[in-house]
């Protein structure tokens, strides 16, 4: 089953490569012996892809990505905010879809990726809190709360990615993916956010959709890495999944703001 996360997908199919085995061990629990992977086959010792890995490359991501806001906020003036934040918000698109598409397992080019994304954030937060006083606290709070519960659903199997449930999430944010698509498209040409992002009753349902969804993905991203650990990957590919993650919670955050914003005008 593949993520709609173009990283997450790449994660899964390395993970049905033949499995490698340690010179004088057996194959990993459960997998068959075989070749894959044979740079990393030396005297005996393999790095490989660990959850305490990909964790620490998350929080990492996560730490440059807040520092970078917190600074952009700081220092950018309102004067100059507009084009960069669009320089920004189109740089991060492309960068990430290199990082994706280019299955680029760097840790340059990611920690990259959360720069840009960390100024494009601090940006956007600096505008909604000008607009709406205490909201970015709020969102951020909500997004690490709603992650840190599907988190642990997850690790207690009350939510399980079967794959009917993947297919069912993939779909969703696929879909999901188009239509802010095109709502985009039209917003450059007509300069009206349309009725998905003014702040209507059917604007504040596609946010809750969004948000749920966004949530769900995180078990599709769980299982994706827990199925790499699983194959035995090399580290590198933790990189990948911290950088999946990471887009997860800026989409799941930027909803989350959206959402409380249409609560938060007078």
């Not at 969804?213 to 990948?240: H, S, T």
Request: net charge neutral.
């Amino acid at each position: 089953m593949k993520s709609s996360n173009p990283v997450l997908s790449r994660i899964s199919a390395a993970a049905q490569q033949p499995r490698y085995t340690v010179p004088g061990q057996g194959a990993p629990a459960g997998y068959p012996a075989g070749g894959g992977y044979p740079e990393v086959v030396q005297s005996g010792h393999v790095d490989r892809m660990t959850i305490d890995d990909v964790v620490v490359k998350t929080v990492t991501l996560l730490a440059t990505t807040a520092v970078v806001a917190a600074i952009t906020w700081t220092v950018v003036p309102f004067e100059v905010m507009r084009p960069v934040l669009y320089a920004s918000m189109f740089l991060g698109v492309i960068v990430g879809l290199i990082i994706s598409f280019a299955q680029i397992t760097n840790a340059a080019v990611i920690v990259g990726y959360a720069v840009i994304e960390g100024i494009f954030l601090g940006l956007i937060s600096k505008a909604y809190e000008y607009l709406f006083d205490g909201i970015v606290l709020q969102a951020v709070i909500a997004t690490l709360s709603v992650f840190l519960a599907m988190a642990a659903l997850y690790k207690m199997k009350i939510i399980r990615a079967t794959p009917k449930f993947m297919k069912i999430v993939i779909g969703a944010a696929a879909g999901l993916g188009v239509v802010m698509l095109v709502n985009f498209v039209l917003y450059l040409f007509t300069d009206s956010v349309g009725p998905l992002r003014d702040g209507s009753p059917i604007a504040i349902g596609f946010s809750l959709i969004c948000i749920v969804v966004a949530a769900l993905m995180f078990v599709v991203n769980f299982k994706q890495i827990e199925d790499g650990i699983a194959a035995g990957l090399p580290r590198k590919y933790g990189w990948l999944g911290a950088f999946g993650i990471l887009v997860e919670l800026v989409w799941l955050y930027l909803e989350i703001l959206r959402l409380i914003s249409y609560f938060s005008e007078d």
